[in-house]
Structures are given as structure tokens and as C-alpha cells.
């Protein structure tokens, strides 16, 4: 007798429905169908919108947007010049110089004209007066002025500024 109630536990009757199989094909293909709306929603408001901004103007930033990862290069090595000036005797100013952009292609064209940079940078550098320097407006005027010369020759050279900002990783006057 108790080989026979295993075996009628085993065997389904007639009257018993199987667990989970319409239940669970039910769940698949609300699945499937979720992500088919998902994915075909995603396709139609990224198509959209990126025929809306190239068509209109440039739009703004928006609020907390994260910008593209900053990529710097540095001018290697560092400017060292004679600085204009005083009687006292010779003073030297030696400078390392970075240029971060957020574009590539900048980048590329910073590294393509690196040697034209640097001779525009060590002319400026060259032309300073030691004692205007000294305070940190003097050093932010200087920073001021080196990124416009850097913009002006990759405008002329390239069409665009590529240069976001310069940076003095290194400022010493002796």
C-alpha cells in the first residue's frame, strides 16, 4: 500500500491543473512586451530628439547636466624666460603651462600645433614685467592673456578656439 500512494501523489488526475505554466508564459510575455515598448520608446524620443536640436539652435546646458570629461595637455617643458625689468639684476620666470578642452578633435589639433603655441606663449611670457607678477591678479591677467593668444592662432589655424582654459600647474620667479 505505500508503494501505491507515492505513485498516485506522482500522476496528475484529470481534474488537477499543472502549476505555473500559464501563470508564468502570462509573466513572459508581459516581459517581453514591456521591454518592446521600452526599447521602441527609447528609439523614438532619442530619433526625435536629436533631429529637434539639430535643427534649432545650439540649446543650453541643462541644469545638472554632466559635462564631457575634461582631457588636458601639457606643454612640455616648461617656459623659461627673462623677465623685463628692474636694475636689482636678472629675474627668470619658469612656467609648466596645461590646455584642457572636452572635445577630441580639439585635442588633436592642440597636440598638431604645440609648437606655434609655444612660441606664441614663450613671446608673452617674455614681454612681462616681473613686479606686475607679483600679486595674483597680475598672474590671472597673464593666464587671461596667454589663453587668448592660444585661442587666436587654433581659430586661425583650425577655425575654432579649441582651448577651453590654461592652466599654470607650475609659477616660479627667481
Request: charged residues 20%; proline residues 6%; aromatic residues 6%.
Amino acid at each position: 500500500m505505500a508503494a501505491d500512494k507515492n505513485a498516485s501523489k506522482s500522476k496528475p488526475e484529470k481534474g488537477d491543473k499543472p502549476k505555473g505554466g500559464k501563470s508564468l508564459l502570462t509573466i513572459g510575455l508581459v516581459a517581453v512586451i514591456a521591454a518592446g515598448a521600452a526599447g521602441g520608446g527609447a528609439w523614438y524620443f532619442t530619433s526625435h530628439g536629436a533631429k529637434e536640436e539639430n535643427a534649432g539652435e545650439p540649446k543650453a546646458k541643462k541644469p545638472g547636466q554632466v559635462p564631457a570629461p575634461a582631457q588636458y595637455f601639457a606643454l612640455e617643458p616648461p617656459f623659461v624666460v627673462n623677465l623685463v625689468g628692474e636694475a636689482g639684476g636678472a629675474r627668470y620666470l619658469q612656467v609648466e603651462v596645461q590646455l584642457m578642452t572636452r572635445d577630441p578633435e580639439a585635442l588633436t589639433a592642440i597636440q598638431l600645433h604645440a609648437p606655434a603655441i609655444r612660441a606664441r606663449l614663450l613671446m608673452l611670457f617674455a614681454q612681462q614685467d616681473a613686479t606686475s607678477l607679483m600679486s595674483r591678479e597680475g598672474k590671472e591677467r597673464l593666464q587671461s592673456a596667454a589663453l587668448g593668444e592660444v585661442k587666436a592662432l587654433l581659430v586661425a589655424e583650425t577655425g575654432k578656439p579649441a582651448a577651453e582654459s590654461l592652466l599654470f600647474t607650475s609659477f616660479v620667479m627667481q
